[in-house]
């Protein structure tokens, strides 16, 4: 049972518009989302990430939405450069601040930026 | 400070066959894991050490995949014997403490087993 989804597993953008990736989770306990960003034959790495206590956060060209009462949560990438194309993963924790291995990852999904 | 590193980067091997992984986590960071990558179910959690103890290994997922961490700067995760459906990414991830949720994985080995 995946408690963290991500529907699409792929998107295309064109450079210069927004990005939006999706990401839904089923467990109520959750309270602290993290995205991490993937390049081919490298490991994840950390972009950003919200607590409960908050609907949005915003870092740069990046910006992450939660949204509690649909279990929803997105990644506004604006606006999108080459350099963004990579897979993105949604992870999900309960009780913020219990450490990483508490984490629920996604399935990821692949995003590419067209010039 | 090099990152999380894993070896070897790419294995091919045989069914049946034992496979080892290595990692060496970021100097300092206490916390240690093992991920797999598939299409299917995006990032598992294999297993869990703080301080070098083995803490979860609830999702190791059969008898012939173990892990050890002789010390703060090696482990190792182990397939014996080997089978096609272990076909996989493996990730190792190191963090900062046992509140910290910000993980530093490693390039991963890419484990093939025909």
């Known amino acids: 049972d995946q408690q963290v989804k991500q529907n699409s597993p792929s998107l295309s953008v064109q450079e210069g518009r927004i990005s939006i990736l999706n990401c839904d989770y089923t467990n109520s306990m959750f309270d602290y989302f993290l995205w991490y960003k993937k390049y081919p034959a490298e490991g994840p790495t950390f972009l950003i990430s919200i607590s409960s206590i908050k609907d949005k956060n915003e870092d740069g060209r990046f910006t992450v939405f939660l949204n509690k009462s649909a279990k929803h949560l997105s990644l506004h990438i604006v606006p999108s450069q080459p350099g963004d194309s990579a897979v993105y993963f949604c992870a999900a924790s309960p009780l913020g601040g219990q450490g990483a291995q508490k984490l629920v990852f996604g399935q990821g999904t692949r995003l590419t930026i067209n010039p | ?114």
């Open chain 2, 1 to 114: 400070d090099a990152g999380v590193i894993q070896s070897p980067r790419h294995e091919v091997t045989e069914m049946g066959q034992e496979v080892t992984l290595r990692c060496k986590p970021i100097s300092g960071h206490d916390s240690l894991f093992w991920y797999r990558q598939t299409m299917m179910r995006g990032l598992e959690l294999l297993i869990y050490f703080n301080n070098n103890v083995p803490i979860d290994d609830s999702g190791m997922p059969e008898d012939r995949f173990s892990a050890k961490m002789p010390n703060a700067s090696f482990s190792t995760l182990k397939i014996q014997p080997s089978e096609p459906r272990d076909s996989a990414v493996y990730f190792c991830a190191s963090s900062e403490g046992t509140t910290n949720e910000k993980l530093f994985f490693g390039s991963g080995t890419q484990l093939s087993v025909l």
